[in-house]
Antibody, heavy 118, light 112 residues
Framework: EAQLVESGGGLVQPGGSLRLSCAAS????????MSWVRQAPGKGLEWVAN????????SYVDSVKGRFTISRDNAQSSLYLDMNSLRAEDTAVYYC???????????WGQGTLVTVSS | DVVMTQSPLSLPVTPGEPASISCRSS???????????LDWYLQRPGQSPQLLIY???TRASGVPDRFSGSGSGTDFTLKISRVEAEDVGVYYC?????????FGPGTKVDIK
């Protein structure tokens, strides 16, 4: 059974940085697109970024372009999200999700909470 | 960006009765391969989202057959033939045709 476990969330000051990690198990990680999806407190879902299986293609929502970087290590079955210049509006639970293309998210992690506040 | 809308935003339901949620996209979600890139997700209270439907009408593995998806072009529908208590939560549609992927605002389903 596929399992995704996020880590790295926490409290950070505005302008600060954080690195999120997503450890995958139970499936061949390198066969799937991987994405980050976030959910601000009490709000809906927002797709943040994704990356093709081999890392050759990556995309971001406009609000994080130039500040966030998605990466992956297929040998370690891990997905990452480097977040810089964090803003209050980045406060959210961040989920990693597996997809056969950049949708069809058939497995999700439990999420990690990022709080940007002074 | 493709804008997704849903209606209603709140849906009180009676167990055993049918329910229906509408999702509309600002552009056609039809890909050149003939598939509509429209997903449906359910987020139960306190849980991560789960995939219900992809390609507009294909049920994901393990999803009960009381859930069905339909639609074409820009108009899509999720139907629950007979609502059960475990179906409460927020339902989201999402378009996966174009980057960035975009979700609808969600439809909150609860028991009357």
């Amino acid at each position: 059974e596929a399992q995704l476990v996020e880590s790295g969330g926490g409290l950070v000051q505005p302008g600060g940085s954080l690195r999120l990690s997503c450890a995958a198990s139970g499936f061949i990680f390198g066969n799937y697109w991987m994405s980050w999806v976030r959910q601000a407190p009490g709000k809906g879902l927002e797709w943040v970024a994704n990356m093709r299986q081999d890392g050759s293609e990556k995309s971001y929502v406009d609000s994080v372009k130039g500040r966030f970087t998605i990466s992956r290590d297929n040998a370690q079955s891990s997905l990452y999200l480097d977040m810089n210049s964090l803003r209050a509006e980045d406060t959210a639970v961040y989920y990693c999700a597996r997809g056969l293309y950049f949708g069809r998210f058939d497995s999700w992690g439990q999420g990690t909470l990022v709080t940007v506040s002074s | 960006d493709v804008v997704m809308t849903q209606s209603p935003l709140s849906l009180p339901v009676t167990p055993g009765e049918p329910a229906s949620i509408s999702c509309r996209s600002s552009q056609s979600l039809l890909d050149s391969n003939g598939y509509y890139y429209l997903d449906w997700y359910l987020q139960r209270p306190g849980q991560s989202p789960q995939l219900l439907i992809y390609w507009a009408y294909t049920r994901a593995s393990g999803v009960p057959d009381r859930f069905s998806g339909s639609g074409s072009g820009t108009d899509f529908t999720l139907k629950i033939s007979r609502v059960e208590a475990e179906d409460v939560g927020v339902y989201y549609c999402m378009q996966a045709l174009q980057t960035p992927g975009t979700f609808g605002p969600g439809t909150k389903v609860d028991i009357k």
